[in-house]
């Protein structure tokens, strides 16, 4: 028979290996004292479950925030990671600060040597295009360990709509004012030509009227950028869409080669049907104008990591030029002597409508490829 100093000592051991499945009995004359240990017993059973469900209810808090989170040593060693930077970096496993060198060393880098309170901004390339990470590092204890939290946000995305979203405002206001600017000249010089009986005042007239009424047409165009209604999303296969999309195209540019191929084949997307139709449509007449005679156009549809479906519509046409390439979102803005610069902003917006991304994510001689990740 064990002594009260034993038992004890072993309700010690037994709590510090987690086992609470014991019981000392309730019969005898050490009744009294076995009821107590059963009773602190109890009480450490109930308050480990009490953290054991704290600690639960913060992973589920951590795996749904927006941002990924890091908390490591300064080995690198990772203590803990939220399911945010798993999907982030593509990750299964993620137990050192090295193995986000795929990405690049200077990521390495960065989170290995920001300090407490410090925030770093960093850009860096992937198979996306050019990607803009937030760095935020705080410390923390952990079990006796002084450690660094670090928080990782994806913010090229948040600038790139908040971009698109300027654009469209500014846009609107521009074709607002335009517009009511160029109605009253039109409304008049077809008054004037009315009652004019002068060839000459005429002519001039008939120009006047005529530039206005391009102008008119010019902008109408634009209100299309600012008007994209809200996507209607519905399951379709996006394979059979894009193969329609390239027989029209093949059509108006019948020496151009195009080729379609998905992985897998019946790849399915939940978005605005008629939407991305046009977001496609875009891309692979872009990519059609780009090349000579006999050129190439490509659309490769998959899935990444993240369960998007990425369309990447290349060509290989020549690179574009790296001043023409920073705008290439801006409405407005085209070099193309018959454009009218919406068709990548309008793309790009549509992405953004269906929570997605449209990157330049290769521009070389060769291939200059545009990828659409919904």
Same mark, same amino acid.
């Given at each position: 028979m064990?002594?009260?100093?034993?038992?004890?000592?072993?309700?010690?051991?037994?709590?510090?290996s987690?086992?609470?499945?014991?019981q000392?009995?309730?019969?005898?004359?050490?009744?009294?004292?076995?009821?107590?240990?059963?009773?602190?017993?109890?009480?450490?059973?109930?308050?480990?479950?009490?953290?054991?469900?704290?600690?639960?209810?913060?992973?589920?808090?951590?795996d749904?925030?927006?941002?990924?989170i890091?908390?490591?040593?300064?080995?690198?060693?990772?203590?803990?990671?939220?399911?945010?930077?798993?999907?982030?970096?593509?990750?299964?496993?993620?137990?050192?600060?090295?193995?986000?060198?795929?990405r690049?060393?200077?990521? $390495?880098?960065e989170?290995?040597? +920001? @300090? &407490?309170?410090e925030?770093?901004d #960093?850009? /860096?390339?992937? *198979?996306?295009?050019?990607?803009?990470?937030?760095l935020?590092?705080?410390?923390?204890?952990?079990?006796?360990?002084?450690?660094?939290?670090?928080?990782v946000s994806?913010?090229?995305?948040?600038?790139?709509?908040?971009?698109?979203?300027?654009?469209?405002?500014?846009?609107?206001?521009?074709?607002?004012?335009?517009?009511?600017?160029?109605?009253?000249?039109?409304?008049?010089?077809?008054?004037?030509?009315?009652?004019?009986?002068?060839?000459?005042?005429?002519?001039?007239l008939?120009?006047?009227?005529?530039?206005?009424?391009?102008?008119?047409d010019?902008?109408d165009?634009?209100?299309?950028?600012?008007?994209?209604?809200?996507? $209607?999303?519905?399951?379709?296969? +996006? @394979? &059979?869409?894009t193969e329609?999309i #390239?027989? /029209?195209?093949? *059509?108006s540019?019948p020496?151009?080669?195009?080729?379609?191929?998905?992985?897998?084949?019946?790849?399915?997307?939940?978005?605005?049907?008629?939407?991305?139709?046009?977001?496609?449509?875009?891309?692979?007449?872009?990519?059609a104008?780009?090349?000579?005679?006999g050129?190439?156009?490509?659309?490769?549809?998959?899935?990444?990591?993240e369960?998007r479906?990425?369309?990447?519509?290349?060509?290989?046409g020549?690179?574009?030029?790296?001043?023409?390439?920073?705008?290439?979102?801006?409405?407005?803005?085209?070099?193309?002597?018959?454009?009218?610069g919406?068709?990548l902003?309008?793309?790009?917006q549509?992405?953004?409508?269906?929570?997605?991304?449209l990157?330049l994510?290769?521009?070389?001689?060769?291939?200059?490829e545009?990828?659409?990740?919904?």
């Amino acid at each position: 028979m064990m002594t009260s100093k034993q038992k004890l000592q072993f309700l010690l051991d037994a709590i510090q290996s987690g086992d609470f499945n014991f019981q000392f009995s309730m019969e005898g004359r050490n009744s009294g004292i076995n009821a107590t240990l059963n009773r602190v017993r109890d009480i450490l059973h109930e308050e480990e479950e009490k953290i054991r469900a704290r600690e639960q209810y913060y992973a589920v808090i951590l795996d749904n925030l927006p941002i990924g989170i890091i908390v490591m040593d300064s080995e690198g060693r990772v203590f803990q990671k939220n399911s945010t930077l798993m999907k982030m970096f593509g990750l299964e496993v993620f137990t050192h600060i090295n193995q986000l060198g795929f990405r690049g060393e200077e990521l $390495v880098s960065e989170l290995m040597d +920001i @300090k &407490p309170g410090e925030t770093q901004d #960093i850009k /860096l390339s992937s *198979e996306r295009g050019a990607v803009h990470y937030s760095l935020s590092a705080s410390e923390v204890g952990y079990d006796g360990k002084r450690l660094k939290s670090v928080t990782v946000s994806d913010i090229g995305s948040a600038l790139d709509a908040r971009e698109t979203d300027s654009q469209v405002k500014l846009t609107r206001v521009l074709t607002h004012e335009i517009m009511n600017s160029l109605a009253p000249i039109t409304s008049l010089s077809n008054t004037l030509q009315s009652i004019n009986s002068d060839p000459q005042v005429a002519s001039g007239l008939e120009t006047i009227q005529s530039t206005a009424s391009g102008l008119i047409d010019f902008v109408d165009s634009y209100r299309k950028f600012t008007n994209l209604r809200k996507p $209607v999303n519905e399951a379709f296969a +996006i @394979k &059979p869409v894009t193969e329609g999309i #390239i027989d /029209l195209m093949q *059509e108006s540019f019948p020496a151009v080669h195009f080729g379609i191929s998905a992985n897998p084949e019946d790849v399915m997307i939940y978005a605005d049907k008629s939407l991305i139709t046009m977001a496609v449509t875009n891309l692979v007449k872009n990519a059609a104008e780009a090349v000579a005679e006999g050129g190439n156009v490509e659309v490769d549809i998959s899935i990444d990591k993240e369960e998007r479906v990425i369309v990447a519509v290349s060509d290989d046409g020549p690179a574009i030029p790296e001043d023409v390439a920073q705008d290439i979102y801006t409405p407005f803005y085209t070099t193309k002597s018959n454009g009218n610069g919406i068709g990548l902003s309008i793309t790009r917006q549509i992405a953004h409508l269906h929570k997605g991304t449209l990157q330049l994510t290769s521009n070389i001689d060769g291939k200059v490829e545009f990828t659409m990740g919904i």
